[in-house]
């Protein structure tokens, strides 16, 4: 079974950084970060596959955002979110999550979630 438990969220002005990160525990084919603002539909905002490394993003946060892992540990690996040039539109709740499929990779389609950390920007 495969665990996440994310930190980081928080408060921030407008222009200013964040680094969310989630501790992953179990096999993982791909992990990757979502968030959902209320009254919207859950959006992919950046994957990386576990094997490898390789990285993707929603278009149109490519530039401002970046995934990154660290899988040195045996049984647990960390996988981060640096957020720069927030602006208020990106206030929402961020979502780690990981999938054991390459199709769920390849579909934003992951099965399993963390439980969200808030990231409040504020122009």
């Known amino acids: 079974r495969v665990q996440l438990v994310e930190s980081g969220g928080g408060s921030v002005q407008a222009g200013g950084s964040l680094r969310l990160s989630c501790e992953v525990s179990?096999?993982?084919?791909?992990k990757g970060w979502f968030r959902q603002v209320p009254g919207k539909e859950r959006e992919g905002v950046a994957g990386?596959?576990?094997?490898?490394?390789?990285?993707?993003?929603?278009d149109s946060l490519e530039g401002r955002f970046t995934i990154s892992q660290d899988t040195t540990k045996n049984t647990k690996n960390t996988v981060y979110l640096q957020m720069n040039s927030l602006q208020p539109e990106d206030t929402a709740v961020y979502y780690c999550?990981?999938?054991?499929?390459?199709?769920?990779?390849?579909?934003?389609?992951?099965?399993?979630w963390g439980q969200g950390t808030q990231v409040s920007v504020s122009s």
């Open positions: 999550a990981a999938s054991q499929s390459s199709a769920g990779c390849r579909n934003w389609g992951y099965e399993f």
């Open positions: 179990g096999y993982t084919y791909c």
């Open positions: 990386i596959y576990t094997f490898g490394g390789r990285t993707y993003y929603a």
